[in-house]
């Protein structure tokens, strides 16, 4: 399979999903539904929580496989200090809560889906191949 920048991209859709699914400022999502009920915890809710955990599991342990927890302290670094950046020069401000969540939602979502792809973009930038990569042929 080719990987391209729409494959990056469905995977970045897929772990933006993720994330504002669980939880965005706007007040539709699993966190606010969950609250808006507590402390009462219907089937459906506990049903989604579990589609949601599962999402988690997979984008989490796929990053934490390709990147290491190096690769994810550097990645978490690197985006902590670009928001420490912004803010510095203005761009952004610490009291404006929503716009931070944002960020810092689709900032998780750009880790998640370079985790995700991460084999691919090592194999495009140095030609190294990872074990599971290679296709096996009998």
Request: charged fraction near 20%; glycine fraction near 14%.
């Given at each position: 399979m080719k990987f391209t920048?729409?494959?990056f991209g469905l995977r970045f859709l897929f772990s933006a999903i993720l994330v504002f699914a669980t939880?965005?400022?706007?007040?539709?999502?699993?966190?606010h539904w969950v609250e808006a009920d507590f402390p009462a915890f219907s089937i459906e809710q506990a049903f989604v929580g579990v589609l949601l955990l599962i999402?988690?599991?997979i984008y989490l342990r796929a990053t934490l496989r390709s990147l290491g927890v190096v690769g994810l302290m550097l990645s978490l670094a690197l985006f902590g200090l670009m928001i420490a950046?912004?803010?510095?020069?203005?761009?952004i401000s610490l009291e404006a809560s929503r716009?931070?969540?944002y960020i810092v939602e689709i900032l998780i979502a750009v880790i998640l889906a370079v985790?995700?792809?991460?084999?691919h973009i090592r194999r495009r930038l140095?030609?190294?191949?990872?074990?599971?990569?290679?296709?096996?042929?009998?």
């Open positions: 920048f729409g494959s939880y965005n400022p706007e007040g539709y999502s699993y966190y999402g988690w599991i950046m912004f803010w510095k020069w203005g761009w716009s931070l969540s985790g995700m792809s991460w084999s140095s030609g190294q191949v990872d074990m599971d990569d290679v296709d096996e042929t009998d």
